[in-house]
């Protein structure tokens, strides 16, 4: 019914920068909230940062004035800007939008991108 498609990770060094991208289709009637979260090796999927219809945001501490997330309500996207990068962001990070669907515009649905790699090095 949705799909998450997320893009932009990779390879980068202590200090630099990269921009994540998560894209959603399917049977949309809205979006809600959409976030970014993160599950490094042997160790619980965290909350990094959250954003709602009305751009209200909400970052995890430890990346606070360092990412900033965004969002295109035309485009259905979510951005994630993450600067100043340290070896302990290194993770798998994930896209998720709570939905309303076109067939069930009544519940809000959670959904999930497949996840895309952030690997930081020192």
């Known amino acids: 019914q949705v799909q998450l498609v997320e893009s932009g990770g990779g390879l980068v060094q202590a200090g630099g920068s990269l921009r994540l991208s998560c894209a959603a289709s399917?049977?949309?009637?809205?979006?809600?909230?959409m976030g970014w979260y993160r599950q490094a090796p042997g160790k619980q999927r965290e909350l990094v940062a959250t954003?709602?219809?009305?751009?209200?945001?909400n970052y995890a501490d430890s990346v606070k004035g360092r990412f900033t997330i965004s969002r295109d309500n035309a485009k259905n996207t979510v951005y994630l800007q993450m600067n100043s990068l340290k070896p302990e962001d290194t993770a798998v990070y994930y896209c998720?939008?709570?939905?309303?669907?076109?067939?069930?515009?009544?519940?809000?649905?959670?959904?999930w991108g497949q996840g895309t790699q952030v690997t930081v090095s020192s």
């Open positions: 998720n939008a709570a939905v309303r669907t076109r067939i069930a515009a009544a519940v809000i649905s959670h959904y």
């Open positions: 399917g049977s949309i009637f809205t979006i809600n909230a």
């Open positions: 954003i709602t219809s009305g751009d209200n945001t």
